[in-house]
């Protein structure tokens, strides 16, 4: 992937490492989603939302870390800024285009833990996207644990995760999140195969498709075998591929994010259509 192609955005922000606040789930990088404990490993909490996990409702408090700022190589700087704002010219395009103001979240990198709107977090949380601040939160060395423990490498399998994370800021913008959370209140079913966090999960892999298309189109900049390393991250991180590897088996009345064929699935309808309307992962089957 040759992201030099793509601009700069304005809006990465470099935090502290550390945290304070509430902790999502009342321990450090620890969650439940009704009465399951979310195994502390990382693959199992791969691309965790809060807003999947704990119904914020915007009441979070917010206490901005003070610590020593975090350490940022440039090159991965760079990279993350280029790939976010080319996330904002497709979005910026695609809510014009339907009469919208794409609203543009703010990407923080930190180390070891920080303190959001929705709570404190640990990098063992992995990349997530915290909805009362629109905010996406990512700790660099989570790309090097996406090689070493999930087994996808190269730049495209990271700008997957963070496009990923951007269409749930997109999903936050078009109201999406608050119809869950109020479904949620409403006791909807959210675990399981066919539950609400697996279809906002699977939404947000065809947002990310949707992205890859209008990136490719406005700046040709995929290469060979370039998708195959975003297809090969999904099939690595859906949930019954994570409980096997955990646990040895496979519940699907626990599952959150989607099969594995369910991302792959997704993110290319998503790729292949470049249209939004192609992503209503709430009707049908997901």
């Given at each position: 992937?040759?992201?030099?192609k793509?601009?700069?955005s304005?809006?990465?922000?470099?935090?502290?490492?550390?945290?304070?606040?509430?902790r999502?789930g009342?321990?450090?990088?620890r969650?439940?989603?009704?009465?399951?404990?979310?195994?502390?490993?990382?693959?199992?909490?791969?691309?965790k939302?809060?807003?999947?996990l704990?119904?914020?409702?915007?009441?979070?408090s917010?206490?901005?870390?003070?610590?020593?700022?975090?350490?940022?190589?440039?090159?991965?700087?760079?990279f993350?800024?280029?790939?976010?704002?080319?996330?904002?010219?497709?979005?910026?395009?695609?809510?014009?285009?339907?009469?919208?103001?794409?609203?543009?979240?703010?990407?923080?990198?930190?180390?070891g833990?920080?303190s959001?709107?929705?709570?404190?977090?640990t990098?063992a949380?992995?990349?997530?996207?915290?909805?009362?601040?629109q905010?996406?939160?990512?700790?660099?060395?989570?790309?090097q644990?996406?090689?070493?423990?999930?087994?996808?490498?190269?730049?495209?399998a990271?700008a997957?995760?963070?496009?990923?994370?951007?269409?749930?800021?997109?999903q936050?913008?078009?109201?999406?999140?608050?119809?869950?959370?109020?479904?949620?209140?409403?006791?909807?079913?959210?675990?399981?195969?066919?539950?609400?966090?697996?279809?906002?999960?699977?939404?947000?892999?065809?947002?990310?498709?949707v992205?890859?298309n209008h990136?490719?189109?406005d700046?040709?900049w995929?290469?060979p075998?370039?998708?195959?390393?975003?297809?090969?991250?999904?099939?690595?991180?859906?949930?019954?591929?994570?409980?096997?590897?955990?646990?040895?088996?496979v519940?699907?009345?626990?599952?959150?994010?989607?099969?594995s064929?369910?991302?792959?699935?997704?993110?290319k309808?998503?790729?292949?259509?470049?249209?939004?309307?192609?992503?209503n992962?709430?009707?049908?089957?997901?």
């Amino acid at each position: 992937m040759d992201w030099r192609k793509g601009g700069s955005s304005s809006n990465v922000e470099i935090g502290g490492n550390g945290g304070g606040g509430r902790r999502f789930g009342g321990g450090g990088g620890r969650m439940g989603i009704g009465g399951l404990i979310v195994l502390a490993i990382l693959g199992w909490v791969f691309f965790k939302n809060p807003m999947a996990l704990l119904d914020q409702g915007g009441s979070a408090s917010y206490a901005p870390s003070s610590s020593t700022p975090t350490q940022v190589d440039p090159e991965q700087q760079a990279f993350v800024s280029a790939i976010l704002h080319s996330t904002e010219q497709t979005w910026g395009e695609i809510f014009q285009a339907n009469g919208m103001t794409y609203v543009e979240p703010k990407l923080h990198l930190f180390s070891g833990g920080v303190s959001t709107g929705c709570g404190g977090a640990t990098s063992a949380v992995g990349p997530f996207y915290c909805p009362t601040d629109q905010k996406v939160y990512l700790d660099l060395a989570f790309f090097q644990q996406l090689q070493d423990e999930l087994h996808s490498s190269g730049d495209f399998a990271r700008a997957y995760v963070i496009a990923h994370e951007v269409g749930h800021h997109v999903q936050k913008l078009t109201g999406v999140f608050d119809k869950v959370a109020a479904a949620r209140r409403r006791g909807a079913p959210m675990d399981g195969a066919d539950g609400l966090s697996v279809r906002q999960e699977l939404q947000a892999d065809c947002y990310a498709g949707v992205w890859a298309n209008h990136s490719q189109r406005d700046l040709n900049w995929l290469q060979p075998g370039d998708i195959e390393e975003a297809l090969n991250a999904a099939s690595h991180i859906g949930d019954d591929a994570l409980q096997q590897q955990a646990q040895g088996r496979v519940r699907p009345d626990t599952f959150t994010h989607g099969t594995s064929a369910q991302r792959v699935k997704w993110f290319k309808t998503g790729f292949s259509s470049g249209n939004v309307s192609q992503c209503n992962t709430f009707a049908g089957e997901p």
